[in-house]
């Protein structure tokens, strides 16, 4: 399976999703520049945190407007996982392939620590390593991670079974407590915790790599045919 990293200007965790495809799952990577306009040549499309352009209006407002969206939108259409994480995850709620919208923390701090997440949704193509309850720990980084719906928005999430992680405890007062949604197909993953940071026991958990390793999972199933 061949990923690609997608770098906007003020991008900084590229290396990080890079170094989490490569060296812990072992499955091929790219860089692709966000000028460029081509994304066919790749299974999954990954969108790093950062500060895509300085953050200047707000997160991922600008990013949104970039060349590589047109390709993000077929990637999209296809039916190809795409993993937006932080500014990842705030470029795709401007882009409109998330639903929602994403606030200043609740007590205007920017959070930088460990935290434990609670798998909700262990039927998508980004979670079926997980178990449902299971609590796992990943690393946020965020001023601006405090996600809202509103409650019409939130029951279709229920509905739809969209909600693949919630914050165990209350961090930065996201609606019910929600740290990573997909879209109502399945194959786009929005969160703000950083699982590519989670990828190996010397940086403090291993436990974002079944996130990558489910990812893997599923496009196996669906395009490698076993004799």
């Not at 990293?5 to 692709?32: Q, R, T, W």
């Not at 639903?99 to 262990?122: S, T, Y």
């Amino acid at each position: 399976m061949k990923f690609a990293v997608v770098v906007f200007p003020g991008s900084n965790c590229d290396v990080d999703m890079y170094h989490a495809i490569k060296d812990e799952l072992g499955e091929g990577v790219e860089y692709v520049w966000h000028n460029d306009s081509d994304l066919s040549g790749f299974d999954g499309i990954l969108i790093p945190g950062g500060f895509s352009y300085g953050d200047y209006l707000r997160s991922g407002s600008i990013a949104r407007f970039s060349n590589i969206m047109d390709s993000i939108y077929e990637a999209n259409k296809q039916g190809k996982p795409i993993l937006g994480v932080c500014n990842g995850f705030q470029i795709l709620l401007e882009a409109g392939l998330l639903p929602g919208a994403m606030q200043r923390n609740e007590k205007l701090k920017f959070i930088c620590r460990h935290v434990d997440l609670v798998v909700e949704n262990k039927d998508s193509m980004f979670t079926s390593a997980y178990e449902i309850g299971e609590v796992i720990s990943v690393p946020v980084a965020h001023g601006e991670g405090n996600y809202y719906c509103d409650e019409a928005t939130y029951e279709k999430l229920l509905e739809n079974n969209q909600v693949a992680f919630r914050y165990k405890q209350n961090l930065n007062g996201s609606s019910h407590q929600i740290a990573g949604i997909t879209n109502e197909r399945g194959n786009v993953l929005g969160m703000m915790p950083h699982p590519e940071r989670a990828v190996d026991a010397l940086l403090g958990s291993a436990d974002g790599l079944k996130l990558f390793k489910s990812i893997v999972k599923s496009w196996r199933e669906a395009h490698v045919v076993s004799s």
